[in-house]
């Protein structure tokens, strides 16, 4: 049983930036596939960013390229989304996610979920 537990949202206005963070339980996370996910208010769940285990790929949403960044910290047990020029579009619940197989893709199945935390971005 993997547990994850996602803080750092809160309101900001356009253009500003925020750090999401995600502590996990385990005693095997390097080895964990990790990624964010995101729901906006009537939307279905999107993806948003994924890390390979070792970190040495990541994948992201075009609507988010270039602005977001994801990262691991394998010493801190802890997955982060750095979103830059946040947009209201980008206003939703995140979630963090992880796959035991430590591959992280946008389209695969995965093991855990977090209960998220919301992003608000005002115009």
């Known amino acids: 049983q993997v547990q994850l537990v996602e803080s750092g949202g809160g309101l900001v206005q356009t253009g500003a930036s925020l750090r999401l963070s995600c502590a996990a339980s385990?005693?095997?996370?390097?080895?964990?596939?990790m990624a964010w996910f995101r729901q906006a208010p009537g939307k279905e769940r999107e993806f948003a960013a994924a890390?390979?285990?070792?970190?040495?790929?990541?994948y992201y949403a075009d609507s988010v390229k270039g602005r977001f960044t994801i990262a691991k910290d394998n010493a801190k047990n802890t997955l982060y989304l750095q979103m830059n020029d946040l947009k209201p579009e980008d206003t939703a619940v995140y979630y963090c996610?992880?796959?035991?197989?430590?591959?992280?893709?946008?389209?695969?199945?995965?093991?855990?979920w977090g209960q998220g935390t919301q992003v608000t971005v005002s115009s």
């Open positions: 996610a992880v796959a035991l197989s430590g591959w992280a893709t946008p389209t695969m199945k995965y093991d855990y």
């Open positions: 385990g005693r095997t996370f390097s080895s964990y596939g």
């Open positions: 890390i390979t285990w070792s970190g040495g790929i990541t």
